[in-house]
């Protein structure tokens, strides 16, 4: 055990010897499309589950929010001066406070993914690569560089998680992925989170658009491209990540 001082307070640093890991049995292969709206979907072409992005985008938006508060305070107070030692104390703790809720959430929410794949044999998890999506995103600019941390983060996060299972993570190209319908074969850009196909002829719909994102890259990925009339999940489960943390800011 460790007492550590880190950002102006005093950190226990605990090791603790854990049993060892289930390793994945079986080669299911499964598919991650990433999100704003939701997080992640994952689904292994029979069943699905779709991660709500709400508390995270919350928590970013009010770590923001707060963190110019502080910035524009400071910035009234002299060098060196009481109040500005104290403003920076508080801000430091809020940071704290923030991002390790943050991280928390990140942890819970590759933590299920990574059981929900041990439990299903997954031993292959294909992800979407949204990169070339946001670079696209009218947006805040400031928004966008979260998100891109937070995908990021969080990508590191489930790769750990999973590689200690066995389970490989592979980046992919998503795209044409939640746009193509499984049915026709057409793409059509979509607005809401319901799948509509705009083939007049077909108009397929009824199935949540990032799960049918998650099934089109798995898809590509099994069978080099899109398969007309492919069989989609039947089942999803949704799972919205909750608040622990006292509502504190700061
Ligand atoms: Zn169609």
Redesign the pocket.
Known sequence: MQLVWHRNQYWLHVTVEKPALQKVRGDVTAAIDPGEVHTATITDGKEALVVSGRLLRTLHRLRNKVLRKFQKAISKTHKGSNRRRKLLAAKYRFLNNIERRIEHTMHTISATVARWCLVRNVKTVYIGNPDGVQKKDCGRKHNQRVSQWAFGKLRELLEYKLKRHGIELVPVDERGTSGT?P????YTKQTGRVYR?G?TS???TGIHRDVLGASGILDKCVNGGFTRGRKLPAAVDYLRPQVLAPKRAA
Do not use: R
């Open positions: 319908c049915v026709c074969g057409e196909c083939n077909c108009g397929f």
